[in-house]
């Protein structure tokens, strides 16, 4: 329900009301067919005076061009007639007669068993902007408008140009944490997206103009996801810089804008630069305290949503719900992954009225198509905004396909994935009488569901569908030659309308699903990924090959804001043992499995040496293996020995934890980035800098005149450990920075160790003998590449699993019916993996509940006439999709088994007879676009 108003939430969990007001949009979009007629005679114009394009142009608009519903609205505090009683221009212009001045706001109320909180951020106070000059000078421009004007719908078409004078610019800086890590404006807190959205946008920006000189001013940088570092990597590889330094102010100098700053060590510079971007951070919402107070819930100090460590999505008040950005500043994966989440609570809580109140979507008779019947091909090529259009010339593509063979159709799109554009693609394919669609946009992993799913809604069959990548493969590769990726993705959709030609309609199978789910692994991830499915009402088997449940957490003592871990460890694996949908399997490991989503059979030997085999029959599979701390041989090029008095966070945590009197020693060293980050370990573990901030703390608070130095690379306290981070050095807590150039010196193998290091704010070397050398060490992965391989699903180079995608799919492995959760998916904080098992829970739970799965169409047939029964298929398939039987003749004959084939075509590709053909990859296809390629 767009253009809603939240009033207030009234009742108890299970039975809420929920009081709602929906404000008029003063056009009926089921009339509106987004033709803009009515924007463009609209008199009134809504210009920023510098930064034209970034402001809403017209008091009638549509968000963006792939806003649901792709329809317009009438902004009341813009609009002259709802202002001031005059104009409206725009009623006889509209041919559809969809705008209607006469809309009332209607109040509704709903009957819930939930709600979740999910407003999003908002923005940052002027008053941190304005201290760069932001609003006073057009060059200087937020991460968020800079975003927007390298779009292709953006105000210069996705080129970059300064507002100024319209030229490109020649260098450009960007400002980190801005609104961010500033007491200044009562945000304290690290908004843990900036860092790596500005490496994004300084690399999108770097792609448009090769020659741009880029710098980025940062404190720490704060790559601390999964595969972050690997970006920075990336982005410093092309020659964008990064200065670690405060910038103080952003001032006019002649035609461009000079800052100030400073370096660690004490040095101020001043640099000049023709564009400048802040970095913004994310603030709670403007309404914050008005939606906690309507729906009886708490906030905490920053005006977001108080939750707690092992309840991260749970607000105060039971029944009520939080997800994304408002629990916490958070990027794109996180907040999609608190969403499945919240869903999957919610689910728990409604499960009673669960089958009540959906709708089954209905679609059109498939149309049915005779062997003979003209073929009539209607081909789309996609803009996909600057990510096609800013390299390759899409009306030239567009162009290219006219006259070919079978093409009755063809048209550009500016968003091709847009709720407005499926539309127009279900019209002309009735309108064209269209039966193949060839779609030259981005990747199929992605969007090839989506545009199927169009089809059958226009009633065809959804494989009558290929899809050209023109983005990977073309844009995105060759962004240096937009000729050569021209020439490039007119080839491949040449070769697509080749293949299209001879592509047919495949049948669709459903196959009954086991209403009883799998988890490997019995920490914290699994346990809760295990309750989560028991109280959705699901048997579950949780499989642990240890002794007892409980993983790494039994490691620790204490979590940053100091709530007890052994405690809530002790309920939790409590609860799980109590629950009688959940039947616990330690000492026992999985050695095989067989079986397809819906159908998995495993084989489970036991530990102990007596009970043998037993088989559990199940419909998913939660991966939830954890990892395990990592001890580095080497730290920092040199050799570490382990003793009483070198030892890593964990046992520090220990330690810390006991009761014996020296327990806090009067001078401890901590080491981050101990084997990680380069130094054996690629990767950052995400943990180390917030488990040394809270260890010193704890040394602190045990021992206040205990010397405590930390020796960073970059301190990672994204979030609220902020806060902590502050703490600490208020409390006394020396953070020295240091450099791979000039990494810390460890003598370890003595009595006493010893540290050496370069201090920048003495700009000399230090030798320290702490009665304690502190190493953060990372977190390695248990046990994955054996398990991987009888999943059959991938691993990363850092032997982490690897998603389906990254966001739109973060915690779905490629193969269906398998979910991946906490540290066997990445190093991340305890209340992290929570949420992480509980959106695998929620996402495994949804073909437990339908009770059957769809089985992919495009997978191998065996031409039984053909086949010579050699069984090479059969021992080749890395999914037991292939079995051998008898047929009446009493000969050896292979069959597929639909439900269990990936479509990878390793048997099609070794079958010595060509027996075997693969749906949508058939010889015949596969040929064509071969010949087309030479054509």
Known sequence: MSNTDFLGLDGKPGNFTARLRIRPRYIDADKCTACGMCTQYCPRHLVDEYNEGLALTRPIHIDYPQAVPASYFIDPEACLHLKHGTCKICVPVCQTRAIDFDQQPEEVELKVGAAVMAPGFGRIPDTALEQYNYGAHPDVVTSLEFERMLCASGPFEGELRRFSDRRHPRNLAFIQCVGSRDLGCDNGYCSSVCCMYAIKEAMVAKEH??????????????????????????????????????????????????????????????????????????????????????????????????????????????????????????????????????????????????????????????????????????????????????????????????????????????????????????????????????????????????????????????????????????????????????????????????????????????????????????????????????????????????GQLGGHLKDARYTMHGEPVEKTLKDLVARVKKNKNIEVLTDTELVQLNGYVGNFSSQLKSRKGKGGETTVDHGIVVVATGGREHRPEKVLGSPVDYSAKVITQNELEQRLSGKAKNRAPNSVVMVQCAGSRGDDLAYCSKNCCNNAVKNALKIKEINPESQVVVLYRDLRTYGYAEDAYRQAREKGVLFVPYSMETKPGLTTGGKTPKVSFYDPILRDDVELKPDLLVLSTGIVPEDTQELSRLLRVPINEDKFYLEAHVKLRPVELPVAGVYVCGLAHSPQPVEEIVVQAQAAAAKAAIPLVKGYVSVEPTVSTVDQSLCIGCGLCESLCPYQAIRMFKDDNNKRKAETVTASCKGCGICAAHCPVFAISMGGFTDEQITAQIEAFGA
């Open 209 to 546: 103009e090769p020659e741009l000189e880029i710098t980025i001013y940062y404190m720490d940088m704060r790559t601390q996801g999964k595969g972050f570092d690997a970006a920075r990597a990336r982005a410093e590889a092309m020659g964008i810089k990064f200065v670690r330094a405060r910038v103080a102010d952003v001032m006019p100098w002649e035609d461009r804008l000079k800052l100030t700053y400073a370096t660690m060590d004490g040095g101020h510079y001043f640099e000049a630069y023709d564009m400048v971007v802040l970095s913004v951070g994310l603030d709670s919402p403007a309404d914050a305290a008005g939606l906690a107070d309507r729906a009886g819930f708490e906030l905490n100090h920053y005006d977001f949503c108080r939750t707690s460590t092992f309840a991260p999505l749970q607000t105060s008040k039971e029944g009520v719900l939080v997800a994304g950005a408002f629990q916490g500043p958070k990027d794109i994966p996180e907040s999609v992954t608190q969403s499945s989440a919240a869903a999957g609570l919610v689910s728990a809580l409604a499960k009673k009225d669960r089958g009540k109140g959906y709708v089954v979507k209905d679609y059109p008779e498939e149309q049915q198509l005779a062997d003979d019947e003209e073929i009539r091909i209607g081909v789309f090529v996609c803009h996909c905004g600057v990510n096609i259009a800013g390299v390759v010339d899409v009306p030239n593509v567009d162009q290219y396909v006219e006259g070919m063979e079978g093409v009755v159709y063809h048209a550009q799109s500016l968003y091709s994935c847009s709720q407005d554009a499926q539309e127009v693609l279900k019209q002309k394919i009735k309108e064209h009488n269209l039966n193949r669609v060839v779609m030259a946009a981005c990747s199929p992993r992605t969007h090839e569901p989506l545009f199927q799913e169009t089809l059958k809604d226009a009633g065809l069959n959804r494989c009558l569908f290929e899809m050209v990548n023109i983005r990977d493969q073309c844009s995105w590769v060759h962004a240096n030659e937009p000729k050569a990726a021209t020439d490039k993705s007119k080839d491949l959709v040449r070769m697509g309308i080749a293949k299209a030609r001879h592509i047919k309609p495949l049948p669709e199978q459903t196959v009954p699903v086991i209403d009883k789910a799998m988890v490997i692994g019995g920490g914290v991830a699994g346990m809760t990924a295990a309750l989560s499915l028991a109280e959705q009402g699901f048997a579950t088997a949780l499989v642990e090959k240890e």
